[in-house]
């Protein structure tokens, strides 16, 4: 059964605002500015945590970080760190991490292509022997692995690859996420509900779940059609949406989102 959760933080005191919410689930964005060795030594606290406010982790990932040098090698620090968030989520019981592969222009595509299957297959192996499903996330920052154009060459060279999937970034490039999620729902492990609001062609606010343009039932019958079972991920992401009102939309998307879940 799909879990309802939401972006936040792992001290004591986020965990304790999930549960407040009547949430299930909380996802970790451990990004490029995150040590990844202190996240890694604070993970036992993490679990406690967790067990104690009923809330799972119920995925994780490191955005923004660059993972291939200039020259098309993998940058051994990034490797290590993936490594030790991943390590992370096994001692806190996360069943997904979500990645990205940076392009490199001096490179083709397909050697591009090459170069994350090569660096995406060593993650993947590693999560696999603790038990976690990699996924790599479909926006663009720090990542060119977003779209059938890249899944159809990186995820079918890597059966076991996941996708997190977040419609908002498929709408803002003018694709058509209906379609990609017919064509890839199967390898999708883990969603975000994040909103868009776009006028006279361009972004105009990424509104909270419900109070948007994207159609969640459609969506959520195609993910339900591909016995999606992982979290739905609250991302508040508006300028405007936020403080007291930003609370308001939130609690807005949890009971919008409430009866897509059954």
């Excluded at 970790?28 to 067990?51: C, D, G, M, R, W």
């Excluded at 920052?141 to 060459?153: G, I, L, Q, R």
């Excluded at 969603?191 to 105009?204: D, N, P, S, T």
Aim: hydrophobic fraction near 40%; glycine fraction near 10%.
């Amino acid at each position: 059964m799909m879990k309802l959760g939401i972006i936040g933080g792992w001290e004591e005191k986020d965990f304790e605002y999930v549960k407040n919410k009547g949430l299930e689930a909380v996802e970790f964005t451990v990004n490029h500015e995150v040590n990844a060795q202190e996240f890694l030594a604070k993970a036992p606290k993490i679990k406690e945590y967790s067990e104690k406010y009923g809330v799972c982790v119920g995925s994780m990932g490191r955005w923004g970080m660059l993972r291939i040098d200039e020259k098309g090698e993998i940058i051994p620090s990034a490797l290590s760190d993936d490594k030790a968030v991943i390590d992370a989520a096994q001692i806190i019981g996360c069943p997904v991490y979500n990645v990205g592969v940076n392009y490199i222009d001096s490179l083709s595509y397909y050697e591009n292509c090459q170069k994350a299957i090569g660096y995406l297959s060593i993650l993947l192996d590693y999560a696999k022997a603790r038990n976690i499903k990699l996924a790599t996330y479909n926006c663009d920052w720090t990542n060119f692995v977003y779209n059938d154009k890249a899944w159809s060459v990186i995820h079918n060279a890597l059966p076991g690859l996941g996708i997190k999937y977040d419609a908002s970034h498929c709408i803002g490039r003018g694709d058509d996420y209906l379609k990609e999620l017919r064509d890839w729902g199967d390898r999708v492990y883990h969603v975000h509900l994040k909103g868009v609001v776009e006028i006279a062609g361009g972004r105009y606010d990424d509104a909270p779940a419900g109070l948007d343009q994207i159609n969640w039932g459609a969506l959520l019958d195609v993910l339900y059609t591909k016995n999606y079972d992982g979290m739905l991920s609250i991302e508040p992401h508006s300028h405007f949406w936020q403080g007291d009102i930003g609370e308001r939309g939130i609690d807005f998307t949890i009971r919008y989102m409430r009866p897509f879940i059954f």
